[in-house]
């Protein structure tokens, strides 16, 4: 059984930052492949990034592209999502996942945290 855990969520003004982290542990044996998504109310889940299991590689949403950055924590199946010049637009839930590929599936989730970007 793997568990993925977010945090970093909370609440930011426009232009301002946030750091999302997320850790997948338990019956970990392997590196995964680790990516974000959110979904906003009323809409449906969307990709937002993701990474590599070894971290050489990493993708974007167009929506996001040059305003967040994915990276890899020090400990193994830990990932950070640095979040810049964010936008209302980007208040949603923010779930982390966990998987072999990084163009999925993914196998594991986590429950989400909330950002809230106001205007």
Not at 8 to 35: I, K, N, P
Not at 67 to 75: A, D, L, P, Q, Y
Not at 82 to 91: F, V
Not at 106 to 113: A, I, K, N, S
Request: glycine share 14%; with cysteine; charged share 15%.
């Amino acid at each position: 059984q793997v568990q993925v855990v977010e945090s970093g969520g909370g609440l930011a003004q426009a232009g301002g930052s946030l750091r999302l982290s997320c850790a997948a542990s338990g019956r970990t044996f392997r590196s995964y492949a680790m990516g974000w998504f959110r979904q906003a109310p009323g809409k449906e889940r969307e990709f937002v990034a993701a990474i590599s299991w070894s971290g050489g590689n990493s993708y974007y949403a167009d929506s996001v592209k040059g305003r967040f950055t994915i990276s890899r924590g020090n400990v193994k199946n830990t990932v950070h999502l640095q979040m810049n010049s964010l936008e209302p637009d980007d208040t949603a839930v923010y779930y982390c996942a966990a998987g072999n590929n990084m163009e999925g599936p993914y196998d594991y989730w986590g429950q989400g945290t909330q950002v809230t970007v106001s205007s």
